[in-house]
């Protein structure tokens, strides 16, 4: 990721605008000369720390200017950096950390690093040319591990900044944090192009009050964001309700349900609005603008220029024309595959009807209209959004499933309006046991990351309900065992 593009870009913008804000975080300006300083700075202690040039390192920190300084001063030292979620619990972390072939684990201001295990690294997967390694939203404690070209980080960020106007003036909000993929816009784009990021604190994160106050003082006019964001600001009744300054609106990361379209509209009217489809291992894939309330489903779009397509049936053939069936895309931004080579053969697949076109399996099931335009209708596995994090709840049962006196466990998704989706987990113990939810939420709290952790555990001494082949049946389970919490 941040290719010799990228660093140009920015060096250009130190040298042309020095004193111009970069980003505004808490009670700070950073500016671009500031930020430069910041880099030499993590520079010199980077040379100091016993990091050799070149070595693989994941960083772990809270979104903040030091952390950006410090990922900077790794590209430009040639590291490639792997950005772990900050939700993962220690373990998993460290699993993380040596699949990936990881040395060190670096902290920002001061440079601080440790080995991530004894003796070092032996064996470092490759990365290609990949300067960046994100991990996808999985739910277990070792996600999968996405290698970002710079040819196609450096893609997204032209079409970004030549889409919803990010340059020198532009004020763009940061709400994800830097291992979403969202902050490939939020962030490295605006800061390529030398617009000014507020980053959301993330301790606030859930406060509508403080988000608008936010958008509203800093005069935001690019703002993305999952649904979620967008529902906080519109159950405000006091304080700022409409935010004029706001440009461009991005709506992303999970399904925005119709009744908050209006709502939209009212808070931004001056805003062009946008519902982008994508995930970490295309990025951007799809794009519907909404020009008025939609009463149905919001329509994820027609694919974005340079996107290529295909719609798969259940009968494993290419469908021509309106109809249903699974996704695949082709990017210009996309990813090779993931650093597992055979995880990657599963999905990254040569085009079905010929030639050399990588396309990826996206898993979501989508209709398209006879305009072209797409509108997801779920997924073709266990996998849901919570929180615009996609979660897969058959990993999740795997990991609950590890505890010795857990005999069964259906872990199901049950529609919320604040986080999309919430995940209820109902276990048979085996019989005579004490276990309680409180020992599975813990083991849930060092396996997965925070928005895959369920939020209720339902202990049962009875067998779970099952279908006619002998499966657990989900249905069941959910109507029996969540419609009454």
């Known amino acids: ?50 990091i050799e040039r070149g070595d693989r390192v994941a960083v772990s ?10 990922l900077i001063a790794l590209w430009r030292a040639g590291h490639t950096v792997v950005l772990p979620s900050r939700d993962l619990g220690g373990a998993a972390l460290t699993m993380l950390a040596n699949t990936a072939g990881v040395s060190r684990l670096v902290t920002p201001s001061p440079v601080l690093s440790e080995p991530t295990r004894p003796g070092g690294v032996h064996h470092t997967p490759p990365a290609g040319d990949s300067l960046l390694i994100l991990t996808t939203s999985g739910s277990t404690g070792v996600p999968k591990l996405v290698p970002l070209s710079p040819r196609g980080v450096d893609s997204f960020v032209d079409w970004a900044a030549r889409t919803f106007d990010i340059r020198p003036g532009a004020r763009v909000l940061s709400y994800a944090p830097l291992n979403f993929d969202l902050s490939l816009l939020d962030v490295w784009a605006s800061l390529a192009n030398g617009a000014t990021v507020t980053f959301v604190d993330p301790r606030f994160a859930t406060d509508g009050s403080y988000l608008a106050h936010l958008v509203d003082s800093q005069r935001i006019t690019v703002l993305q964001a999952v649904p979620m964001v967008y529902r906080l600001l519109a159950d405000l009744s006091v304080g700022p309700t409409w935010f ?44 519907y603008e909404i020009t008025d309330a939609v009463e149905r489903q919001l329509p ?98 795997h990991v609950i ?27 048979s113990r085996r019989e005579g046991s004490s276990l309680n939810s409180l020992k599975l939420r813990q083991l849930c709290m060092e396996g997965l990351a925070r928005t895959a952790i369920p939020t209720t555990i339902t202990i049962v001494d009875e067998a779970l309900p099952k279908t006619s082949t002998g499966k657990v049946d989900r249905t069941a389970v959910r109507t029996r065992y969540t419609e009454r919490i």
């Open 300 to 397: 994820i779009g027609s694919p974005l220029p340079g996107v290529d397509t295909r719609v798969i049936t259940c009968e494993g053939d290419i469908l021509v024309g309106p109809g249903s069936g699974e996704l695949w895309v082709s990017t210009p931004f996309q990813a090779a595959g993931y650093l597992d080579p055979n995880v990657t053969r599963d999905r990254f697949v040569r085009d079905p009807l010929g030639g050399g076109t990588v396309f990826y399996r996206t898993g979501d099931v989508v209709h398209r209209d006879e305009h072209g335009v797409f509108t997801l209708e779920g997924r073709n596995d266990f996998h849901v959004k919570v929180r615009g994090a996609r979660t897969n709840m058959a990993e999740v049962e």
């Open 1 to 50: 990721m941040p290719s010799q593009q990228f660093l140009a870009h920015l060096a250009e913008r130190i040298t042309q605008r020095p004193n111009a804000p970069a980003i505004r975080w808490r009670d700070a300006t950073i500016t671009y000369a500031d930020l430069a300083r910041m880099v030499d700075d993590a520079t010199a202690e980077l040379a100091s720390s016993g």
């Open 401 to 427: 499933q590890r505890h010795p006196d857990v005999d069964e466990v259906a872990v199901v998704a049950v529609p919320d309006d604040m986080a999309g989706n919430v995940l209820h987990a109902v276990v």
């Open 244 to 287: 004029p300054g706001v440009r461009h609106l991005i709506v992303t990361g999970d399904s925005a349900p119709p009744k908050l379209l209006p709502e939209l509209a009212r808070m931004f009217p001056a805003a062009r609005r946008y519902n982008i489809y994508g995930c970490t291992e295309t990025n951007d894939s799809t794009m």
């Open 61 to 70: 920190a809270d979104k903040s200017p030091a952390l950006v300084a410090l």
